[in-house]
Each structure stands twice: as C-alpha cells, then as structure tokens.
C-alpha cells in the first residue's frame, strides 16, 4: 500500500457520504496487479459480521484495477472494508465531519487528507470474490475486510447514523444485507504471526 496527504471532496450522494480522491493519492500492490484508490465511503450497520458481530459502521476503500502493460491477472475491483468500533474521535475523519454533508448533494472540500489514518496498524484479513454492495450489485469484486477495527468516537458514530439509520428513508440502514457465502472460499491471515 501507498498512501498520501491529498486534497478529497467529500459528497452526501443520497446512499453515504462519499470522498473522492484524486488519481495517485493512493494505491496499492496485489500479485501483478496495481489498484489506484478512487473513493472511500461508509455504511451503517456494517456490511460485513465477524464471528457472528456486527459492528455499527464499515467504512469501504474503493480500488480500480490500473491497466499497464504489465498488468497481471485480477479483478477490476479491489474493496478494502474497515470494521468501526465506538472509541477515540478519528481526527481525519473529523475534517470531513466538521462540516457533515447531511442532505443528498452537500459537499465539503478537505484541503489534506491523510488517507492512511482510514486503517488500522494491523492489516490481517479476511478475502473473498464478491460483488459490488450497491444497486446492481455487480460481481467481480475482491474483497479485503480487515480483522482490527478502526476507531471513530461515539459523536463521530452518530452523526452519521442520525442521517443514514432510522430514518424514513434508511430505516434499517445504508448497509445491504449480509448475503450467503454460496460457492465462495474465505482466505484468511488472521493469527498467523
């Protein structure tokens, strides 16, 4: 992975907030295949359950495949998936928070985003091939979840679940459903040393 300081524009899309990132801000390395991050967003509950949990958020990295010449075998999509347990205020996360895009089409402008305060130190996961979790939920998507949560503070929480949960409109949520695993096999490095 690589990342760095860059300007985002972070946008209330009607479904989540959404924070563009400009092409080279960040990206990363799997196999012989190079993923550029385009955007980063968040869904309430979480979209994904460890050991039976679900966590109140899961904020999602988006990658698109890079086409080079060479460029190895993978999908077009790689999705980083961030677990998010209530605990200390995420100082980065508050850039965009301090002025919360909260009806469909409100942006904000953040001038430096340090994009690696989205993870945690940690980087053992869970994968699988998967699909897109929006509308027309496409497969071909690699999916990475993270095992060690990220924090964001209680308030943090709650700014976005007061928009995106329990609402006419999100009764339930922003999340889709956790869905079967049907054929697909879960890999995982979690507790190897």
């Known amino acids: 992975m690589r990342y760095g300081k860059t300007p985002l ?40 359950w460890i050991d039976g949990e679900r966590y109140p958020m899961e904020i999602h990295l988006v990658y698109e495949r890079v086409h080079d010449r060479v460029a190895g075998p993978g999908p077009e999509l790689l999705v980083i998936g961030a677990l998010v347990v209530p605990g200390r205020a995420n100082p980065e996360i508050e850039k965009i928070w301090r002025s919360f895009p909260a009806r469909p089409g409100d942006t904000v402008k953040v001038a430096d985003f340090d994009l690696a305060k989205l993870l945690p130190a940690d980087l053992h996961s869970y994968r699988y091939p998967g699909s897109l979790t929006t509308p027309k939920c496409d497969e071909g998507v690699q999916w990475v979840v993270l095992a060690e949560p990220v924090e964001m503070s209680p308030a943090q929480i709650e700014k976005f679940r007061s928009v995106f949960f329990g609402t006419e409109r999100y009764p339930a949520g922003n999340a889709r459903p956790v869905q079967p695993l049907e054929h697909r096999t879960v890999l995982t490095d979690v507790g190897a040393p």
């Open 9 to 48: 524009t972070a946008t209330n899309n009607g479904h989540t907030v959404q924070a563009d990132v400009p092409e080279g801000a960040g990206e990363l390395r799997v196999g012989g295949s190079t993923y550029r991050l385009a955007q980063f967003h968040w869904h309430t509950p979480s979209e994904h």
